[in-house]
């Protein structure tokens, strides 16, 4: 037997990901029917067999929150996410882009259900707050270095 101990039937489960923001390019607003995008992105997670624990967002955004296999990453989980559902926003007749890239940032599993009412009530978190005002509140509590100039 190799490795340690009890090992030898150890399964890799899905694990919580970071919670993911990402927005149309520009934030135009593209998304009309935001429940429907949301159910489209809910079935592209069962098809590429990774778990989304929430979505939500707004016309021109969109925030997910992810459990990934041990043999998925965000970035590969991002690309169908964005490509899958771009095509099919396309497919209904919407000139439809999203941004390049997203932000993901790392929570505390003991936060999880925390971060699950935060995304799904972000409705109600834009009647107070734009997109970019949020995307820049959570990177500073997160501690993330960035330039302003680069985000928007």
């Not at 039937?9 to 935001?34: E, H, K, M, Y």
């Not at 429907?36 to 990774?50: D, E, P, Q, S």
């Not at 979505?55 to 989980?77: E, F, I, K, Q």
Request: hydrophobic residues 40%; contains cysteine.
């Amino acid at each position: 037997m190799n490795g340690a101990p009890g090992l030898e039937n150890f399964v890799a489960t899905a694990l919580p990901g970071p919670p993911a923001v990402f927005s149309t390019r520009n934030r135009t607003q593209l998304i009309r029917d935001p429940k429907a995008l949301w159910a489209y992105i809910r079935g592209i997670a069962r098809n590429c067999k990774f778990d989304l624990l929430a979505v939500d967002g707004t016309v021109d955004h969109v925030h997910v929150l992810l459990a990934l296999p041990a043999n998925r990453n965000l970035a590969d989980v991002m690309r169908d996410i964005k490509a899958n559902s771009s095509r099919h926003m396309r497919e209904l007749g919407v000139r439809f882009v999203w941004q390049d890239g997203y932000s993901g940032i790392s929570v505390s599993p003991s936060q999880l259900n925390t971060v699950r009412r935060y995304v799904a009530n972000q409705e109600q978190h834009h009647r107070k707050q734009s997109f970019e005002e949020e995307l820049v509140m959570l990177l500073e509590r997160a501690g993330v270095q960035f330039d302003r100039s680069e985000l928007f």
